[in-house]
């Protein structure tokens, strides 16, 4: 038996570790790609490569590396053989899943998932051709190494909140919970079936023609990983959740690679990546569109490399909110990079509420394509839900916010460029270096605004930006509360 595993740890392991050999780490490429153009696939047809059945790297503390760089294999890369390495799968068919889409198949993945669990790179699999319906469930480790749960199928909880089992959680559906070294890939579907869960009235949410529609109750996420670290989320098409698409809390070392994430532009709050709590994490190749934002960063994030993201419809990529009922948030070395932004409500957001503590700092935003997106570039210290948040005098502090080749088309609605930052606290060192943004219909240029914001004009910015003031403010001083 030892021997036998012996081999299917070399069978599975081998096309990964060709794949990565001779990687960079995350700041040797973070200095050379800024030299160079980066092709990015931005059609909103773009479907995810298949991705193989192998187990993910172990990864240093830096942000995980962008796997399609690198050198190229200078041959072909094997692919795993099920027949050879059969006693390493765990086919969730053996295990009496149905897939007929009505069958409830919970029993069977708990079972492929505890048999796999105990082996080292086990594979949970889930072929495709079949429609597989479960209930809300929590894939427990810790598990031996090398996990990987490789979805080829199509994977649905119950279709709304009457079909939901009362005794299930109705705020998550798989939760994946105290795991090390995993892998959730795939060529197929995870279909979130959110439609009666965004019809509730209980929440209402913006419809077309500036009506109000209801929206989500307690509405499940569809996938968590929680306090759980070396992930990789690859290959996947996940869509129309009820709510958040996917979430990490608590995690250490994620790699997110060539996803499709979709929903109805009109769905309430179904983010497509939301994170916090969360450090070193890699998003790339991946297409989102949505009802929410694209991405969104929490408190307690740092060292999330974002690139070759391409976002829309949604409500942008964004940090927060953050300071929400006088927490204290800290978010850090944050970049995004070669993304391209469409159809958007927002583009480029970073959202604080009043009385909060703690910072924002270190975050890039380079080389951003926009298309007809409302609120291109937006600093928002006074964000709230309602009309009644009173004023505070304490805030979130936020400095070293970078824009650099940031460049495309702006809804005329509203100005493309708005940094309002906290009344006592100001915003300081944001520099601005080849904005442009120009009107995506008719010819207005509305005049930026900001409100105690200090910076650069690196280059001159289009619109100009005449109300970002120079230097620093005189009032701003050593603050405990700003510290993370």
Same mark, same amino acid.
């Given at each position: 038996?030892?021997?036998?595993?012996?081999?299917?740890?070399?069978?599975?392991?081998?096309?990964?570790?060709?794949?990565?050999?001779?990687?960079?780490?995350?700041?040797?490429?973070?200095?050379?790609?800024?030299?160079?153009?980066?092709?990015?696939?931005?059609?909103?047809?773009?479907?995810?490569?298949?991705?193989?059945?192998?187990?993910?790297?172990?990864?240093?503390?830096?942000?995980?590396?962008?796997?399609?760089?690198?050198?190229?294999?200078?041959?072909?890369?094997?692919?795993?053989?099920?027949?050879?390495?059969?006693?390493?799968?765990?086919?969730?068919?053996?295990?009496?899943?149905?897939?007929?889409?009505?069958?409830?198949?919970?029993?069977?993945?708990?079972?492929?998932?505890?048999?796999?669990?105990?082996?080292?790179?086990?594979?949970?699999?889930?072929?495709?051709?079949?429609?597989?319906?479960?209930?809300?469930?929590?894939?427990?480790?810790?598990?031996?190494?090398?996990?990987?749960?490789?979805?080829?199928?199509?994977?649905?909880?119950?279709?709304?909140?009457?079909?939901?089992?009362?005794?299930?959680?109705?705020?998550?559906?798989?939760?994946?919970?105290?795991?090390?070294?995993?892998?959730?890939? $795939?060529?197929?579907?995870?279909?979130?079936?959110?439609?009666?869960?965004?019809?509730?009235?209980?929440?209402?949410?913006?419809?077309?023609?500036?009506?109000?529609?209801?929206?989500?109750?307690?509405?499940?996420?569809?996938?968590?990983?929680?306090?759980?670290?070396?992930?990789? @989320?690859?290959?996947?098409?996940?869509?129309?959740?009820?709510?958040?698409?996917?979430?990490?809390?608590?995690?250490?070392?994620?790699?997110?690679?060539?996803?499709?994430?979709?929903?109805?532009?009109?769905?309430?709050?179904?983010?497509?990546?939301?994170?916090?709590?969360?450090?070193?994490?890699?998003?790339?190749?991946? @297409?989102? $569109?949505?009802?929410?934002?694209?991405?969104?960063?929490?408190?307690?994030?740092?060292?999330?490399?974002?690139?070759?993201?391409?976002?829309?419809?949604?409500?942008?990529?964004?940090?927060?909110?953050?300071?929400?009922?006088?927490?204290?948030?800290?978010?850090?070395?944050?970049?995004?990079?070669?993304?391209?932004?469409?159809?958007?409500?927002?583009?480029?957001?970073?959202?604080?509420?009043?009385?909060?503590?703690?910072?924002?700092?270190?975050?890039?935003?380079?080389?951003?394509?926009?298309?007809?997106?409302?609120?291109?570039?937006?600093?928002?210290?006074?964000?709230?839900?309602?009309?009644?948040?009173?004023?505070?005098?304490?805030?979130?502090?936020?400095?070293?916010?970078?824009?650099?080749?940031?460049?495309?088309?702006?809804?005329?609605?509203?100005?493309?460029?708005?940094?309002?930052?906290?009344?006592?606290?100001?915003?300081?060192?944001?520099?601005?270096?080849?904005?442009?943004?120009?009107?995506?219909?008719?010819?207005? @240029?509305?005049?930026?605004?900001?409100?105690?914001?200090?910076?650069?004009?690196?280059?001159?910015?289009?619109?100009?930006?005449?109300?970002?003031?120079?230097?620093?403010?005189?009032?701003?001083?050593?603050?405990?509360?700003?510290?993370?």
């Amino acid at each position: 038996m030892e021997i036998l595993h012996t081999l299917c740890f070399l069978l599975i392991t081998t096309p990964l570790l060709l794949l990565l050999e001779n990687v960079s780490n995350v700041e040797a490429r973070h200095h050379h790609q800024f030299g160079k153009k980066q092709k990015i696939k931005n059609s909103p047809n773009y479907a995810p490569a298949p991705a193989p059945v192998s187990p993910p790297p172990h990864y240093p503390p830096s942000i995980p590396s962008d796997p399609s760089y690198g050198p190229t294999p200078t041959q072909p890369q094997p692919q795993p053989d099920y027949n050879s390495t059969r006693n390493c799968i765990f086919d969730v068919t053996d295990f009496g899943a149905v897939g007929d889409g009505a069958t409830d198949d919970t029993a069977a993945f708990r079972s492929a998932w505890k048999a796999a669990c105990q082996v080292e790179n086990g594979v949970v699999f889930v072929p495709s051709d079949l429609v597989f319906m479960i209930t809300s469930t929590i894939f427990s480790g810790p598990c031996q190494p090398g996990l990987v749960l490789q979805v080829d199928g199509v994977l649905m909880p119950p279709d709304g909140p009457d079909c939901w089992p009362e005794s299930d959680s109705n705020k998550q559906w798989l939760v994946f919970y105290r795991l090390d070294d995993m892998t959730l890939t $795939g060529t197929g579907t995870i279909e979130g079936n959110g439609q009666k869960w965004w019809d509730l009235p209980c929440k209402p949410h913006r419809g077309p023609n500036g009506s109000t529609l209801p929206g989500p109750c307690n509405s499940p996420a569809l996938i968590r990983f929680f306090m759980s670290s070396n992930l990789v @989320v690859s290959g996947l098409r996940i869509q129309n959740s009820p709510q958040f698409h996917m979430k990490f809390d608590g995690c250490q070392g994620v790699l997110i690679d060539k996803l499709s994430i979709s929903s109805p532009k009109l769905s309430p709050n179904t983010d497509g990546i939301h994170i916090e709590n969360t450090k070193s994490v890699g998003i790339y190749n991946s @297409v989102i $569109g949505n009802g929410d934002d694209c991405i969104s960063i929490g408190t307690g994030c740092s060292d999330v490399d974002i690139e070759a993201v391409t976002c829309g419809p949604s409500h942008g990529i964004s940090i927060g909110s953050l300071g929400v009922q006088h927490s204290h948030a800290c978010v850090s070395n944050i970049t995004v990079r070669n993304a391209f932004i469409r159809d958007s409500d927002n583009g480029l957001r970073i959202k604080t509420w009043q009385g909060g503590t703690g910072s924002v700092t270190g975050i890039s935003f380079e080389n951003i394509q926009m298309e007809n997106v409302r609120n291109c570039v937006i600093i928002d210290q006074y964000y709230c839900l309602t009309k009644a948040c009173r004023n505070e005098t304490s805030a979130v502090y936020l400095s070293d916010v970078t824009y650099r080749n940031v460049k495309g088309t702006y809804d005329v609605r509203s100005p493309p460029i708005h940094f309002a930052c906290s009344d006592t606290v100001a915003c300081t060192n944001i520099t601005m270096s080849e904005v442009e943004l120009l009107p995506y219909e008719g010819v207005l @240029v509305d005049d930026p605004f900001c409100w105690n914001a200090y910076g650069v004009q690196e280059t001159l910015t289009i619109p100009p930006i005449d109300c970002l003031q120079d230097g620093m403010p005189l009032s701003l001083a050593e603050n405990s509360s700003y510290a993370c």
